[in-house]
Each structure stands twice: as C-alpha cells, then as structure tokens.
C-alpha cells in the first residue's frame, strides 16, 4: 500500500515536471524541470527494483547530457519572443499528441475496466537479490551479439559525426602525421663548413 501511495506521489510530481519543461519561458528551466522530471523517474525506477537503470538514469542523463544541454543553451542567443511565437504556432500539434497519450495513459490505467488482458505484478525480490548482476548476465549471455552489434554501431557513428565535421580551413598549420612518422635524424640535423673569421 506505502508503495502504491509512493507510486502515486512521484507519478504526480513526474507530470508536474514535464509540463514545467513545455510552459516555462526560460529554456534554462525548462533545463532544470527536465532535471527534476529524470530525477522523479529514477525514483519510479527504484520503486520497481530496478536500481541499475535508476542509478544509470541519473549518472548519465543528469550528470551528462543535461550539463551539456545547459551549456548549449547558455551559449546560444535564444530570443525569447520567437520561442514563444512558436509555441502559440505548434500549440494545436502539441494538444493533438497531449491528447494522444492521454488516451493511451487512461487506457493503461483503466486497463481491467476496459476488459483487457493483464499481467501479474512483480514478485518481490530478498535483500540479497543485486539487480545489475541479473542484468548483466542476460546481456552478456543471451544478448551478448546484439550488445556488441551495439556497441560497433555507436562507435561508426562517434568516427562519422568527427569526419563529417572536419572542417579543412586554409592559412592553418596542421601536422601531417606521415611526415612526422617518416622523419629521419639525418635529415634534420645539417652540417656547415666554414673557415673562421677573424675580426679586424
């Protein structure tokens, strides 16, 4: 029941927040709102004994992606009166997909009145029980090719985005790395002969 009201509470609070990231006039609020809405969820996440998702949560998207949203929005000339404008213009857009997913929400939460098949909810696991050791033993056993599939894929694509903004600007220094390689010491150091001179 204590998990239930739990559930509840953050569910409210989680709704709260992400209607702060779509109302607020500053896009660094909307910034920290998101922050709060992530927070709220890796809650919900624990809620559900799913610590390592919840931990992940935090690390990655608030300790990473979020700081790197701040400082790009900080850095950018935002003007607030076009942001603003656009907001009254995609205003239908965003009630028509607000609309969608609150019939898809009333749907899950109504799911035995409406008559639909559900599923038992999930047995509480003993105090020894460590989320991240069951994960990783289903991902590096039974998904151990999709994960490495993954990991080659993310990697393709962190070479592309460098090659694709590699930007060869004129007037620059830049070193040639087979240059550097194929240098020899003879070649760099040159000898010169010459009679001394005396001062008159």
């Not at 069951?134 to 599939?149: G, M, S």
């Amino acid at each position: 029941m204590f998990v239930e009201v739990l559930f509840w509470v953050f569910a409210a609070v989680l709704v709260i927040a992400a209607l702060g990231v779509v109302v607020a006039r500053n896009p660094v609020h909307s910034a920290l709102w998101l922050v709060f809405a992530f927070f709220t969820s890796a809650c919900i996440w624990l809620l559900l004994e799913a610590e390592f998702l919840a931990i992940v949560l935090v690390l990655v998207y608030v300790g990473a992606v979020m700081v790197l949203f701040l400082f790009v929005v900080m850095m950018l000339d935002i003007k607030i009166e076009l942001a603003r404008a656009q907001f009254v213009r995609y205003a239908l857009v965003g009630a028509l997909v607000a609309g969608i997913v609150l019939g898809e929400i009333y749907a899950v939460v109504k799911v035995r009145a409406l008559g639909l098949p559900t599923f038992a909810a999930p047995v509480s696991h003993p105090a020894n029980y460590s989320n991240t050791q069951e994960l990783a033993k289903v991902l590096y056993t039974d998904y151990v090719f999709p994960f490495e599939l993954a990991a080659v894929i993310l990697l393709v694509a962190i070479v592309a985005a460098i090659v694709l903004t590699l930007r060869r600007r004129e007037g620059i220094k830049v070193q040639d790395v087979g240059k550097q390689v194929a240098a020899r010491a003879k070649d760099r150091l040159v000898m010169v002969k010459m009679d001394p001179e005396k001062k008159s």
